[in-house]
């Protein structure tokens, strides 16, 4: 079987295979492998066979069908579907149904896409490590092990293991790219506002925005010219038209600029920043200019991010009382709704949401308010001026996606080393702009060899110049989808 999206798209296209046989064959692969990786929280058999058979019907009579048509894709449980649960890997959603598809499953659809499942993820996406599910944890198919990664972690684990042909995740500080870097995959955070939130569970409304999660860079670019732009439902979409990423995608730009920040470079990996220096000399290859620019606030990201995150966290968290959504107590010992409320989510909410929700509560409170939150936005604005202003001397700035590759499950045990993980990946959200994680080699020193990425940043909506500088990336580093070791 063939893993990229596009490969697997024009197979079924030219009739070398038919949509039904292509399901088939990752749902094999699914239920062979699903039991140790836990990367699906739930599988789609019948329907995405259903689905399949009906796409082969068309093509076999000559309908027009679809970009994606007949093309598995796994959804993040996060994203709601009509199809199954969406549960943001909680149990105070053990059992919710969605009545409407988000905006993305609807645009996906329409392109012909499959949904075969979903993805576990760290509980309502808070996390780096896919350790804080209601279910268990999520294993890496590189080394069973170590983390994926998080959030998107079950997105990234399936997609390296070849169980989908590419994914969906949310990325509200790292959380697509993060895992993808992880797991030897290609992660894409559009810039805020290109892709409809409307249908993901907020976390961080202002942070927030869906991706794909894919083997190669074209496969990303077609997923996302698919579900990108304007929708009235999301009053944060942004109104810009959306270009034609994929046609072109092959056309290297004739002089580009990387930027170089001297603030990425302390306390990586050594075979991070190996990665990296490889990456700068394909780009001298393909002729690019490096300069050095400066980001002095990438330190104080992390903290921004944790008092901004939170707060919204804390607000869109209030809906799940037990009343109208989520789990409700069983104890008949709650005197009033307001002990009703609190049991209720004291015994659906997972620690680290606990967490988020007192961060948030804190940092919003009278007294607090201003010594944390509106500083934190404050220095939101710095972020993005700080970002504008190394835009002026670059067109893409060239770093790590994560300091160090997977660590071993239970390996990070305090919340701030764990925060941590998201140091390079933090600021792009705060700032709205887009990033994408790439494959860059591996780390060859933790006896099983485990992926390293490396992140492209760029201005705000400037998602095709990304894209073909990722794209040529790919091709100078000669980089094919691998398929896992480990992994049959
Ligand atoms: N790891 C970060 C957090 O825990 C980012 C998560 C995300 O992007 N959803 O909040």
């Known amino acids: 079987m063939t893993s990229d999206l596009v490969s697997v798209r024009d197979d079924i296209r030219a009739g070398v295979t038919t949509a039904r046989a292509t399901v088939d064959g990752y749902l094999t692969r699914i239920h062979a492998q699903n039991s140790t990786l836990n990367a699906f929280h739930e599988v789609f058999d019948d329907e995405s066979r259903a689905a ?27 994203i709601v579907t009509r199809m199954g649960r969406t549960t943001c890997s909680s149990r105070i959603l053990e059992n919710y149904r969605s009545p409407f598809d988000a905006t993305v499953i609807e645009r996906l659809t329409a392109a012909g896409a499959i949904m075969i499942g979903k993805t576990n993820l760290d509980e309502f996406a808070m996390g780096s490590s896919c350790e804080t599910c209601a279910w ?87 997923l996302y010219q698919c579900m990108a732009g304007d929708d009235h439902r999301d009053s944060t979409s942004a109104p810009h038209a959306v270009e034609d990423v994929v046609t072109g995608l092959d056309e290297t730009p004739r002089r580009f600029r990387v930027g170089l920040p001297l603030q990425y470079r302390k ?88 967490r988020r929700i007192m961060l948030g509560t804190y940092v919003l409170s009278a007294g607090y308010y201003d010594a944390y939150y509106r500083r934190a936005l404050q220095v939101r604005r710095l972020i993005k001026e700080e970002f504008d202003r190394a835009f002026t001397k670059c067109d893409v700035i060239l770093g790590p996606t994560s300091p160090t590759a997977a660590f071993p499950l239970g390996g990070v045990t305090d919340p701030l080393s764990m925060y941590m993980c998201d140091v390079y990946t933090v600021n792009t959200n705060i700032a709205g702009i887009c990033g994408i994680s790439l494959p860059a080699g591996f780390d060859e020193s933790c006896g099983r060899p485990l992926p390293v990425g490396i992140q492209l940043q760029a201005q705000a909506f400037a998602e095709p110049l990304l894209l073909k500088i990722a794209h040529a990336y790919e091709v100078a580093q000669g980089g094919r989808a691998r398929i896992p070791a480990s992994i049959p």
Not at 53 to 77: E, F, M, N, R, T
Not at 314 to 336: E, M, P
Request: charge should be negative.
């Open 52 to 78: 399949a058979d009906a796409i082969d019907a068309k093509i076999a009579s000559g309908v027009p069908v679809g970009p994606l048509a007949g093309v598995p894709i796994a959804v993040k449980d996060n």
């Open 136 to 222: 268990g944890v999520v294993r890496n198919p590189w080394d069973p092990s170590r983390v994926p990664g998080g959030s998107s972690g079950g997105s990234a684990s399936a997609v390296a293991a070849d169980l989908c042909a590419a994914a969906l995740g949310s990325d509200t500080g790292g959380s697509i790219r993060q895992p993808a870097s992880l797991c030897g995959i290609v992660g894409f955070k559009p810039s805020f506002g290109r892709v409809s939130r409307y249908g993901l569970v907020a976390f961080g409304s202002s942070l927030d925005q869906i991706g794909p999660l894919t083997h190669r860079v074209r496969d990303s670019a077609l």
């Open 267 to 354: 306390g990586n990996a050594p075979a991070v920043d190996a990665a990296v220096m490889r990456a700068i000399e394909h780009f001298r290859s393909m002729g690019a200019e490096m300069v050095d620019v400066d980001l002095p606030l990438t330190d104080v990201g992390i903290s921004t991010y944790y008092v901004i995150a939170p707060a919204e966290a804390c607000s869109n968290l209030a809906r799940f009382d037990g009343i109208r959504y989520g789990h409700r107590t069983q104890s008949t010992s709650a005197r009033d709704l307001f002990d009703l409320y609190a049991q209720s989510r004291a015994e659906g909410f997972g620690g680290e949401v606990q």
